[in-house]
């Protein structure tokens, strides 16, 4: 059998001094199944070229401006043009850059939160569906081979009907105004033109909604929230606090649901806790799912275990590599028991599954979508992405409510 071609990497961001963007070259050539062939790393052309150049670019291949680069692309030979592009960029960037690789029929693989607004959200979802681009949200948290278990759980009933989910992402580094000090990152996190109207709710927030989602298959039904800055200037919140009343991720209220003797419960419940200024706090992001016959505990800096606990039984602790896991968990597994793995290989388990679609869809396959879009393929989508989207402003309209709870409307 011949070895299918390398898919070809273009990307958007990620030059010097950059955070994300090298480890998505890194994720995705981990299997190598990739090249990265193109680019316009940086926000200014001097700079996009030097920072291409450290990457080793081809000189036609490394562009000045994203326009230029989606003007040069479309340029070549099919056979020679990059299969996909990485948006990697600060928050406001995404929209344009993604709007028009996907327009222009190339595949888009682009971080969190998607865009900033509810119509450049639906935006994208037209033009995936008019163009039948693959489009993945590297929300690399549902990379993890334990979040893929705990998901197959939930959906196998293992843990019976949810009735609670707590979800905590705590982070430290914004508990004093380093984005004075000139850090890069901090900078335009904290500014509403380039992060958006969600600041910790955004940036860290949404990969918690993503995660409950994924794992639970529960959609938000609505909110209570309480969004704070605690810094003195800071335009954003830097803590977020929200109780959450769940839904079927169709919207169906989850009350009578099931068919059990429990038909009567309410719906499952939840609290989702973002924050970073919680000082100590490095990457701390846990899900805890409580069921009627059990619960699971997962936690991002333990990311190669699982926690199950079933009522009157001692806890089990399901250790990633081990043969008693399932198939989902398995597929995502690059290394044996006991040598840990963890966030570059969540990354790249995106990118596999995201890599798969595509080459679904240049041997002439329709049906590529990801999870949000209920397609074959494992990877956050696009529809995925409008999802988070809507959370995050949902989340800032309901802190300024007085009403108690408001309304979550899943993006159609
Ligand atoms: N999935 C995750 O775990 C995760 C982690 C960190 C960041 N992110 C997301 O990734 C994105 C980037 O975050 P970061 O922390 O790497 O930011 P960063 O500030 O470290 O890097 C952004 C890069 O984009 C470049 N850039 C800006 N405008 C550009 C333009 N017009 N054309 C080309 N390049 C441009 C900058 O020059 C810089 O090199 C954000 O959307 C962020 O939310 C996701």
């Known amino acids: 059998m011949t070895r299918p071609r390398l898919l070809r990497m273009g990307i958007v961001g990620g030059g010097r001094g950059a955070f994300i963007g090298r480890v998505h070259r890194t994720a995705a050539c981990l299997d190598g199944n990739v090249e990265l062939v193109a680019g316009c790393l940086s926000s200014t052309p001097e700079r996009a070229i030097e920072s291409g150049r450290d990457w080793g670019l081809a000189d036609d291949r490394n562009y000045p401006t994203w326009e230029a680069m989606l003007d040069g692309e479309r340029k070549r030979p099919e056979g020679d043009r990059i299969d996909f592009v990485s948006i990697v960029t600060p928050n406001h960037v995404h929209f344009p850059v993604a709007h028009a690789f996907a327009s222009a029929g190339i595949n888009v693989i682009c971080d969190k939160p998607m865009v900033t607004t509810s119509e450049h959200a639906r935006q994208l979802v037209e033009v995936v569906r008019s163009t039948g681009v693959v489009f993945a949200v590297t929300y690399n948290y549902s990379g993890y081979p334990l979040v893929k278990q705990a998901r197959q759980m939930v959906s196998a009933g293992e843990i019976g009907r949810i009735r609670k989910v707590i979800v905590e992402y705590s982070q430290g580094w914004l508990a004093s105004k380093i984005e004075e000090s000139g850090q890069k990152q901090a900078d335009w996190r904290t500014d509403p033109a380039r992060s958006g109207a969600g600041g910790a709710i955004g940036d860290i927030g949404s990969h918690a909604e993503q995660l409950v989602s994924y794992v639970t298959s529960l959609g938000i039904q609505s909110i209570c929230a309480d969004l704070t800055s605690f810094i003195p200037g800071r335009r954003l919140d830097d803590d977020a606090n929200l109780l959450v009343r769940f839904c079927h991720a169709d919207g169906r209220e989850c009350v009578g649901a099931g068919g059990d003797v429990l038909d009567d419960e309410p719906g499952a419940r939840g609290i989702l806790s973002a924050s970073q200024v919680c000082v100590g706090h490095e990457n701390d992001l846990s899900l805890r799912v409580y069921g009627t016959k059990g619960s699971l505990l997962w936690r991002q800096e333990e990311p190669n275990q699982l926690v199950h606990r079933i009522d009157g039984q001692p806890e089990r602790i399901l250790r990633r590599g081990n043969g008693y896991l399932g198939p ?59 999802r988070g989207v809507e959370f995050i402003l949902t989340a800032v309209r309901a802190s300024a409510s007085d009403e108690k709870w408001t309304r979550f409307e899943i993006p159609g």
Do not use: C
């Open 328 to 386: 989902a968990a398995a597929g995502a597994t690059r290394l044996p028991a006991g040598h840990p793995e963890a966030f570059f290989e969540a990354f790249a388990n995106v990118y596999q599954s995201a890599g798969e679609a595509i080459r679904a869809r240049l041997s002439g396959r329709t049906d590529v979508g990801g999870i949000g879009l209920g397609g074959p393929f494992d990877y956050p989508d696009v529809v995925d992405g409008a």
